[in-house]
């Protein structure tokens, strides 16, 4: 959970194709830069949620009620019924399945929609594509009929549900949706850790860490925009020391590295999609690409589409310096809003752009940097550290990139005030139990520095029979009658507690 991500700049007006690219764009950013090489590194996500309040295309009451230009970064509105499924349906996505809703886009070979559904082709989105699979329409909505023999049931609450509708489809209420076998088993591959094949339908590229290289070798981290006539956007380009992977590709379009003499030493194939899914889906003029390309030692940088080279840059003598990030060891613990500062030069008298980042552990190589601020042109950042995980020695990191070259700077640790967890009681308030039911309560609490709180973490309590138990769940049986005020409190590893009460009654 991040702070609110400021979209009041016109670059971000979401009733505007451009506008809903920065938006997607700005929220892509907050993925470290060494993702592009292995997205499934240290600190880098599965997917970034962005939630915007009302529909958008005529907001508040427009159309469109999520999108995503591809991974990581979905945007979804907050206030639509459908919210809980649009997630759903975005989390299915990566995890390579389609749309079952006519219009979608449509994977048939691991989610078939109803027979007569027309859409896009998952795959290959200038295809169109219709399943037959034999799959019949629930009712009065635009999805897979769920059928009551695939025993769809709900744990803990209303039990077996009869026909369903999927959640990849669209037009019935909330409560009708549910998920079918396929989809149950593509996303279950696609969350699992411990997989060692590609499902058929996700990005292989996307799926998997590749093995580490034996020797670091130098990585140019690259990222734009590019439309059907070859124009391109480019933003600034970040080159570091890896031991990722990254074999060269070749394809009809495609950036690359050339020597001093004109050859080639590097390349690799861009793959670009002009058709964004979303809800409903949609075409666009720009389709965003990045990657991982091998940065041997080079003259230029070239991308080509068939032959024919439609953006280069030549790649300068030196690397910039970057020195002075403050802040700096203080004997007062850091909270509130803070000015992030340094030094930076290039030799080659070209301009700079910067990556502020920050992580509680710098000592842990496994730690998690947190990129505060991406592709920012000031020497300075404000920033909220109320916001930012507590720690007894944090660091910033700035990384500054000529367009293509970079270097990396770090300040001296220094303490960050630790926080409270979050926590959040599910029964709500009122509830009204039967003497001698089973009586179900479940929490949970978020914390800035642990993520997720669990077991002797969280504690439940009644003001008529003390302590009930610990952990996200607990069931009890011999609740005494009366009206109780029941508390659910969390401890985090820094020992500050949070709690948050309901009152029930048990008659």
């Given at each position: 959970?991040?702070?609110?991500?400021?979209?009041?700049?016109?670059?971000?007006?979401?009733?505007?194709?451009?506008?809903?690219?920065?938006?997607?764009?700005?929220?892509?950013?907050?993925?470290?830069?060494?993702?592009?090489?292995?997205?499934?590194?240290?600190?880098?996500?599965?997917?970034?949620?962005?939630?915007?309040?009302?529909?958008?295309?005529?907001?508040?009451?427009?159309?469109?009620?999520?999108?995503?230009?591809?991974?990581?970064?979905?945007?979804?509105?907050?206030s639509d019924e459908d919210m809980p499924a649009t997630i759903s349906d975005e989390i299915g996505h990566i995890n390579g399945v389609g749309d079952t809703y006519d219009?979608?886009?449509?994977?048939?070979?691991?989610?078939?929609?109803?027979?007569?559904?027309?859409?896009?082709?998952?795959?290959?989105?200038?295809?169109?594509?219709?399943?037959?699979?034999?799959?019949?329409?629930?009712?009065?909505?635009?999805?897979?009929?769920?059928?009551?023999?695939?025993?769809?049931?709900?744990?803990?609450?209303?039990?077996?549900?009869?026909?369903?509708?999927?959640?990849?489809?669209?037009?019935?209420?909330?409560?009708?949706?549910?998920?079918?076998?396929?989809?149950?088993?593509?996303?279950?591959?696609?969350?699992?850790?411990?997989?060692?094949?590609?499902?058929?339908?996700?990005?292989?590229?996307?799926?998997?860490?590749?093995?580490?290289?034996?020797?670091?070798?130098?990585?140019?981290?690259?990222?734009?925009?590019?439309?059907?006539?070859?124009?391109?956007?480019?933003?600034?380009?970040?080159?570091?020391?890896?031991?990722?992977?990254?074999?060269?590709?070749?394809?009809?379009?495609?950036?690359?590295?050339?020597?001093?003499?004109?050859?080639?030493?590097?390349?690799?194939?861009?793959?670009?999609?002009?058709?964004?899914?979303?809800?409903?889906?949609?075409?666009?003029?720009?389709?965003?690409?990045?990657?991982?390309?091998?940065?041997?030692?080079?003259?230029?940088?070239?991308?080509?589409?068939?032959?024919?080279?439609?953006?280069?840059?030549?790649?300068?003598?030196?690397?910039?310096?970057?020195?002075g990030v403050s802040p700096t060891a203080a004997a007062t613990t850091l909270d509130g809003p803070q000015t992030i500062a340094w030094t930076a030069s290039d030799p080659?008298?070209?301009?700079?752009?910067?990556?502020?980042?920050?992580?509680?552990?710098?000592?842990?190589?496994?730690?998690?940097?947190?990129?505060?601020?991406?592709?920012?042109?000031?020497?300075?950042?404000?920033?909220?550290?109320?916001?930012?995980?507590?720690?007894?020695?944090?660091?910033?990191?700035?990384?500054?990139?000529?367009?293509?070259?970079?270097?990396?700077?770090?300040?001296?640790?220094?303490?960050?005030?630790?926080?409270?967890?979050?926590?959040?009681?599910?029964?709500?308030?009122?509830?009204?139990?039967?003497?001698?039911?089973?009586?179900?309560?479940?929490?949970?609490?978020?914390?800035?520095?642990?993520?997720?709180?669990?077991?002797?973490?969280?504690?439940?309590?009644?003001?008529?029979?003390?302590?009930?138990?610990?952990?996200?769940?607990?069931?009890?049986?011999?609740?005494?009658?009366?009206?109780?005020?029941?508390?659910?409190?969390?401890?985090?590893?820094?020992?500050?507690?949070?709690?948050?009460?309901?009152?029930?009654?048990?008659?």
């Open positions: 959970m991040r702070e609110e991500f400021d979209l009041s700049a016109s670059q971000y007006n979401l009733e505007t194709d451009d506008g809903r690219l920065a938006v997607w764009q700005a929220l892509t950013n907050l993925m470290p830069e060494h993702c592009a090489a292995n997205p499934k590194g240290t600190g880098c996500y599965d997917l970034v949620v962005g939630f915007i309040s009302d529909r958008p295309n005529t907001y508040p009451n427009g159309t469109l009620q999520g999108y995503t230009y591809g991974r990581p970064t979905n945007i979804v509105v907050a219009g979608g886009s449509l994977n048939c070979s691991v989610n078939p929609s109803p027979d007569g559904v027309n859409g896009k082709d998952y795959n290959n989105p200038a295809n169109t594509a219709s399943c037959t699979a034999g799959k019949s329409t629930f009712p009065g909505a635009s999805a897979t009929k769920i059928l009551a023999d695939d025993q769809p049931y709900e744990v803990d609450n209303r039990g077996a549900l009869g026909d369903r509708a999927d959640f990849m489809g669209s037009g019935t209420t909330q409560s009708n949706y549910w998920i079918t076998p396929e989809v149950y088993n593509q996303v279950f591959l696609g969350l699992d850790p411990a997989k060692s094949a590609v499902p058929t339908g996700v990005d292989a590229a996307h799926y998997q860490s590749p093995r580490p290289l034996a020797a670091t070798q130098r990585l140019l981290l690259y990222t734009g925009l590019m439309n059907a006539q070859g124009q391109t956007r480019i933003q600034p380009w970040y080159s570091l020391s890896s031991t990722e992977p990254a074999a060269d590709t070749t394809g009809d379009t495609q950036i690359q590295a050339v020597d001093a003499s004109g050859a080639v030493v590097a390349s690799q194939a861009i793959k670009l999609q002009f058709f964004v899914l979303s809800k409903p889906p949609a075409t666009v003029v720009w389709a965003p690409f990045e990657g991982a390309l091998r940065f041997p030692a080079a003259a230029k940088i070239q991308i080509v589409q068939k032959g024919s080279v439609v953006y280069e840059a030549k790649v300068s003598a030196h690397d910039p310096v970057v020195s080659d008298g070209d301009a700079l752009n910067y990556i502020v980042e920050y992580t509680p552990r710098p000592a842990d190589p496994t730690s998690e940097w947190i990129v505060l601020a991406s592709d920012i042109t000031s020497p300075q950042w404000m920033d909220d550290f109320s916001t930012l995980p507590g720690t007894a020695a944090g660091a910033i990191r700035i990384t500054a990139t000529d367009g293509i070259r970079s270097a990396v700077a770090t300040s001296q640790n220094f303490a960050v005030s630790f926080k409270p967890p979050l926590v959040s009681i599910d029964e709500s308030t009122g509830a009204v139990f039967t003497g001698g039911a089973v009586v179900r309560l479940s929490g949970e609490a978020d914390d800035v520095q642990d993520g997720t709180i669990e077991n002797q973490g969280l504690v439940w309590t009644s003001d008529i029979s003390g302590t009930l138990g610990s952990g996200s769940e607990i069931a009890l049986t011999r609740l005494p009658l009366g009206n109780h005020t029941i508390t659910l409190t969390a401890t985090n590893s820094a020992g500050l507690t949070a709690s948050q009460s309901i009152k029930i009654t048990v008659q």
